[in-house]
């Protein structure tokens, strides 16, 4: 998402392995012409040299407030910052910051800043789980820092698990939500469940063809990460996806086609608060699949028959009315739309939301580059309430935060 102003952002550097990987968050920060100054720990300068960091941010680099002392750099580097990222936090960077430290650059820097802070941990797995470091990480959202989740994965040596930094792109993608200054990133879904549906499905023609669409999962896996940075437990049920990134913090089930997707979603579905069904359903399968690869045959090809797929959406909205869901469940829908003959794309998704009878939709115009593998996206919310609020063109990760600030009074948090 680029963002228009030149800004000023502060990159901190943890003492942890993983800081050779924040190397690509300052790049990504400075190639959108952010003006961006790193301050490592004393300890991170063991993994990745000053020079390093000098030369990608184009600033010199400190640990000590007794550097550059007549310009009262401990002071004016967080006064003077709209942006803080510091990554990988440590558990004993988290600590000191929780505990209000100011001894060194960093931590003196991060208590005069008055922007937005994100905190992204990396660490052992029995480390992010003690109650100490589970504790200052409540005491630091609590005080309005974000504090990202911690990817799972493999970690320094043969341990495996919760602790791995994020990809450096999802911490950029992340950084620029907190740069929009019409942007609010609250820790206001701690514990509610998401369940989310994204990217296209692929409807087998035979082992080697199949129908679908152009849905590439970015906006689906855009709501994931802003819910998963508002606290939310979130799963994603994904059909093909391409260039979305894998947003830390959160579950992924893979499926193929629109059936396979709504076995998950329905078996899924109850346990959610929120049920948000943004992938692209086919809405046809191939009567019959060959068993083997269709042949090419001078008379051209055989005619396909197709069947309706099962309507998803509607479907879940039905099993909450059966209650089989729970009546509190949110349930969210997503209807891309190109207009016709017949109406244009807001008329069409009127008519879609009236016969969907889901809380909110959110119709997209998609073909001619719009939506379908783009990093932008625009439309209408729809809300049972009857209002219809415009979205204006802007990043898929900003578009997830205004859907979410949406549905966000609509929870039961009773």
Not at 54 to 71: I, K, M, Q, R, W
Not at 385 to 394: I, S, V, Y
Request: charged letters at 20%; proline letters at 5%.
């Amino acid at each position: 998402m680029a963002v228009s102003a030149r800004k000023r952002v502060l990159v901190g550097v943890g003492g942890g392995i993983a800081a050779y990987k924040v190397c690509s968050v300052i790049r990504h920060f400075t190639e959108q012409g952010h003006d961006v100054h790193v301050i490592p720990t004393a300890s991170a300068l063991n993994f990745v040299g000053a020079a390093t960091f000098e030369a990608l941010s184009g600033h010199p680099v400190s640990t000590t407030v007794f550097d550059n002392v007549d310009e009262v750099a401990h002071v004016r580097l967080g006064q003077a910052a709209d942006l803080v990222v510091v990554a990988p936090a440590t558990a004993d960077l988290l600590a000191r910051a929780a505990a209000g430290r100011a001894d060194d650059l960093l931590t003196a820097s991060l208590l005069t800043a008055r922007c937005p802070v994100l905190f992204v941990p990396a660490m052992h797995t029995e480390m992010w789980e003690h109650p100490a470091t589970v504790d200052n990480v409540a005491l630091l959202r609590r005080r309005g820092a974000i504090v990202m989740p911690p990817d799972s994965g493999r970690l320094t040596g043969t341990d495996s698990g919760a602790g791995r930094l994020p990809d450096p792109s999802e911490i950029g993608l992340l950084g620029d939500l907190l740069l929009d200054e019409s942007t609010a990133l609250p820790f206001d879904l701690d514990g509610v469940r998401i369940l989310i549906s994204a990217g296209g499905t692929r409807e087998a023609l035979d082992p080697v063809r199949y129908l679908g669409n152009h849905s590439s999962g970015k906006q689906g896996f855009a709501l994931a990460r802003a819910a998963a940075a508002r606290g939310a437990e979130v799963t994603i049920v994904a059909g093909s996806t391409s260039g979305a990134g894998d947003p830390a913090g959160v579950q992924i089930v893979p499926i193929a086609s629109a059936r396979e997707l709504s076995d998950e979603m329905s078996a899924r579905a109850a346990a959610a608060d929120v049920v948000i069904m943004a992938a692209a359903v086919a809405d046809f399968r191939p009567l019959a699949v060959a068993e083997a690869k269709i042949k090419k045959r001078d008379a051209g090809p055989a005619p396909i028959e197709l069947e309706t797929n099962p309507d998803i959406l509607a479907g879940l909205v039905q099993a909450r009315k059966r209650g089989e869901i729970p009546a509190s469940t949110v349930i969210v829908g997503f209807a891309a739309e190109t207009g016709d003959d017949n109406g244009g794309v807001l008329e069409h998704g009127r008519a879609k939301f009236a016969r969907k009878g889901c809380d909110l939709l959110v119709v997209n115009p998609v073909g001619s580059g719009k939506a379908f593998g783009t990093e932008d996206n625009t439309g209408w919310l729809l809300s049972a309430a009857g209002t219809e609020t415009a979205l204006p063109l802007t990043s898929k990760t900003l578009l997830a935060s205004r859907i979410l600030d949406a549905l966000a009074p609509l929870l039961d948090r009773g």
